[in-house]
């Protein structure tokens, strides 16, 4: 009898599914595409859940072998040569500059999960971090320029280096070169093609070799984690902890904006030498210790999933330059350039941080934060990665706490500082 119930139900199930998949198929994609309507909003959002989804679910069948991030960066090209409109992100409902608040909100929540000690321990990674992109500038600015030329090996440079600030620097450097001024973003749009796939292969390799040493009792979970991020209690508290009964999403969120906003206030304050995004990071993790904030805010407001899945597709709505066009007149540059620059990044940080005493699969992957862009890459390619090697929470945790503060900080010495500084020079030298 309940076999009987069961395959009805199943059967019940398939043919919803089918009559729902249906209805979407030929209102959302068929009647738009045939331009018999257009997007509504709930369309536009749908259509970049279902890349983001897809993505996951290739990265669970082939556990992690192919990364999400890889899989929807594909999907949103083809969706932008096919179905999306290129103001998606307006037509789902997202604000031009709410991502970019999102990111500071993000940033100062991962803060919040590192400790004082803990990002001082991390000098090994800024350290292998310029290696990494002082590997790229060497390949890139000899090899490289013997192949594709001095101009074009000189845009290229920055971008490979880092992330959109340093793109946009040197495309205002060559505003007057229409063929470098798609070089300069396209290097930045595209490299994570390459880096995304490399940093998930080193972390699995990675991620086994720390597990094995752990099950065979070789590791102990509190003594590889700082003793802050396990307890969750900041060493210099001065404000009082905040009763249960308000920590409410309202009120956690509220702390964290303020951090945010003094964030922006000290860029401000900096001129701009350094970036409200390292200064998130910074006041998450003082904000802990004093005892303002919790930990990991925006899970305990229950918000963290909205807030990154708008982020991912702010970063891959970012795609929709990569056309046809673009892609055929580039390709043998970006094939030659992004390949030196692996070589370069390798050649460099693997020694440098085997030196300091990191694996080779570490230090390689710090050092490829360069080309994957930073957060919310990072975050991203750390969590996943950690999730699917761990069998339980307790290894999720471990590889987490070993991944995460790492590769956050080169994405962000890569990003926000080191390849900025390189733009700079770079535009006064060559151009």
Aim: charged share 15%; proline share 3%.
């Amino acid at each position: 009898m309940d076999s009987k119930l069961n395959s009805k139900r199943i059967t019940m199930a398939v043919v919803v599914g089918l009559l729902m998949a249906l209805s979407i198929g030929y209102f959302t994609f068929y009647k738009p595409m045939t331009g018999q309507s257009q997007l509504t909003t709930q369309d536009a959002f749908m259509l970049m859940l279902v890349a983001l989804a897809l993505g996951e679910v290739v990265s669970i069948k082939t556990k992690a072998l192919i990364p999400s991030i890889f899989v929807s960066a594909a999907l949103f090209i083809v969706g932008f040569w096919t179905l999306f409109p290129q103001d998606i992100l307006a037509m789902a409902g997202i604000a031009p500059n709410m991502p970019g608040l999102f990111v500071m909100i993000m940033v100062t929540h991962l803060g919040t999960m590192l400790d004082k000690d803990e990002l001082i321990a991390q000098w090994k990674t800024v350290v292998v971090t310029f290696a990494g992109m002082a590997g790229i500038v060497l390949m890139v600015m000899t090899v490289g320029r013997m192949i594709v030329g001095t101009e074009i090996a000189a845009v290229s440079t920055p971008p490979l280096t880092g992330g959109l600030v340093s793109a946009i620097v040197m495309q205002g450097a060559v505003k007057d070169n229409e063929f470098l001024f798609i070089i300069a973003m396209a290097m930045y749009v595209l490299q994570g093609f390459v880096g995304f796939p490399l940093i998930n292969y080193c972390l699995k390799i990675e991620g086994q070799n720390v597990l094995k040493k752990y099950r065979a009792g070789e590791l102990d979970l509190n003594q590889f984690t700082t003793k802050t991020a396990v307890s969750g209690q900041g060493k210099y508290r001065i404000f009082p902890e905040t009763p249960k009964e308000y920590q409410t999403e309202a009120i956690v969120l509220l702390k964290t904006l303020v951090l945010v906003i003094i964030s922006g206030y000290l860029e401000a304050l900096t001129k701009g030498a350094v970036s409200k995004y390292v200064f998130c990071l910074l006041m998450g993790v003082l904000g802990t210790e004093l005892g303002f904030i919790e930990r990991k805010p925006l899970e305990l407001s229950r918000s963290f999933g909205l807030f990154i899945t708008i982020i991912m597709m702010f970063v891959f709505a970012g795609l929709k330059s990569v056309t046809p066009d673009v892609l055929k007149s580039i390709a043998f540059t970006f094939a030659v350039l992004i390949s030196l620059a692996t070589v370069g990044i390798a050649l460099l940080s693997i020694p440098v941080g085997k030196a300091l005493g990191l694996s080779k699969a570490m230090s390689f992957a710090i050092g490829l934060g360069s080309i994957a862009g930073g957060f919310p890459a990072s975050y991203v390619l750390s969590n996943e990665s950690a999730k699917l090697q761990g069998q339980n929470e307790e290894e999720f945790k471990l590889l987490l706490d070993h991944f995460l503060p790492k590769t956050l900080v080169s994405g962000f010495v890569s990003a926000t500082s080191g390849s900025v500084i390189i733009a700079g020079l770079f535009a006064s030298m060559f151009f």
